[in-house]
């Protein structure tokens, strides 16, 4: 079982930064894959991000390559995801999810309960 927890969500500035944290309980949080994802207002679920359980793989939505980053700390069974260049179209309820593998959109074991991001102009 793994129970996972985001902070760092809050509003922003377009152009601005933030970094969410998914802190993750378990003890076999470095065996998962770990991703984000992101849900709009009046918007399906949509995919931003993933890491396989080594770090060395990692896996990004078009919409967001080359501006926002994923990475974890094992030692810590912590992920994390630094957006820069934030853009009003950024603002969602943030996920952190975790799986046996990447499932993109798809069926990921264990989410995290969300948290908030809004970009104003």
């Known amino acids: 079982q793994v129970q996972l927890v985001e902070s760092g969500g809050r509003s922003v500035q377009a152009g601005g930064s933030l970094r969410l944290s998914c802190a993750a309980s378990?003890?076999?949080?470095?065996?998962?894959?770990m991703g984000w994802l992101r849900q709009a207002p009046g918007k399906e679920r949509a995919f931003v991000a993933a890491?396989?359980?080594?770090?060395?793989?990692?896996y990004y939505a078009d919409t967001v390559k080359g501006r926002f980053t994923i990475s974890r700390d094992n030692a810590k069974n912590t992920v994390y995801l630094q957006m820069n260049s934030l853009k009003p179209e950024d603002t969602a309820v943030y996920y952190c999810?975790?799986?046996?593998?990447?499932?993109?959109?798809?069926?990921?074991?264990?989410w995290g309960q969300g948290t908030q991001v809004t970009v104003s102009i």
């Open positions: 999810v975790a799986g046996p593998r990447i499932a993109y959109t798809g069926s990921w074991d264990y």
């Open positions: 890491i396989n359980w080594t770090g060395r793989s990692t």
């Open positions: 378990g003890r076999t949080f470095s065996s998962y894959a």
